[in-house]
């Protein structure tokens, strides 16, 4: 991605904030996963990097973030300097921390936060359920769970355990989804899971949907 090494501002769901000497590509991709997505500020005068996971989840609202940059942001996040220059020394003063941890307080902001990231949104997103599944309220499946397989070792391929499940079925239909990331399998299913509203049904959720007893198209 070419990340250009600065000093960074992490910005935490919670309000808390650290400054960061060195925010290069090594260290995000460390903090934010191999696909970590960046936007710019609408002012174009800062960047912000946010987790790859916001791609296909919804992630906790960041509100500090958020507000600064303009953007709905989901997750932790890091702010750099762009186009050659730091960030201002006012982004690491007492001030800014304490406007970042009452931000993160204001409930009315997050849900107004949480309103305008769905009203921008064109398909489903997957949401965390503690301690470890992820569930989306799907298009064609009205619920698709994921979560770590038995035989998930990290630093080793990735083993995933899918549930999904129909509008009128109790039990759900189970597969695994092997060698991929937490974020390829997201984003396999939903895909996946449009094509069968949309009626093309691809050929290893067959299974699925006949089991299920889902009307395509």
């Known amino acids: ?117 769905l009203a921008g949104e064109s398909r489903p997103h997957f949401k965390k359920y503690p301690p470890d599944r992820w569930l989306m309220n799907g298009l064609a499946f009205k619920v698709v769970v994921v979560g770590e397989s038995d035989r998930h070792q990290p630093g080793r391929a990735e083993n995933h355990d899918v549930w999904l499940f129909g509008e009128n079925s109790m039990e759900p239909y189970t597969m695994q989804i092997s060698e991929f990331s937490l974020l390829e399998t997201m984003e396999i299913l939903s895909a996946a899971d449009e094509e069968i509203f949309n009626g093309s049904v691809p050929r290893q959720f067959e299974s699925a949907v006949m089991r299920l007893g889902i009307v395509t198209g």
């Open 1 to 117: 991605m070419g990340v250009r090494a600065s000093a960074g501002l992490e910005i935490r769901c919670d309000g808390s904030v650290d400054r960061i000497a060195n925010a290069n590509e090594k260290f995000l991709r460390e903090r934010l996963g191999n696909r970590f997505a960046m936007a710019d500020s609408r002012d174009g005068t800062f960047r912000v990097f946010v987790h790859e996971l916001s791609r296909a989840a919804h992630l906790p609202i960041n509100s500090f973030a958020s507000i600064k940059s303009g953007r709905v942001i989901g997750g932790d996040a890091i702010v750099t300097g762009i186009a050659g220059h730091d960030l201002d020394d006012t982004w690491f003063s007492s001030q800014m921390a304490r406007e970042a941890a009452g931000l993160a307080k204001d409930d009315s902001l997050r849900v107004r936060l949480e309103d305008a990231r």
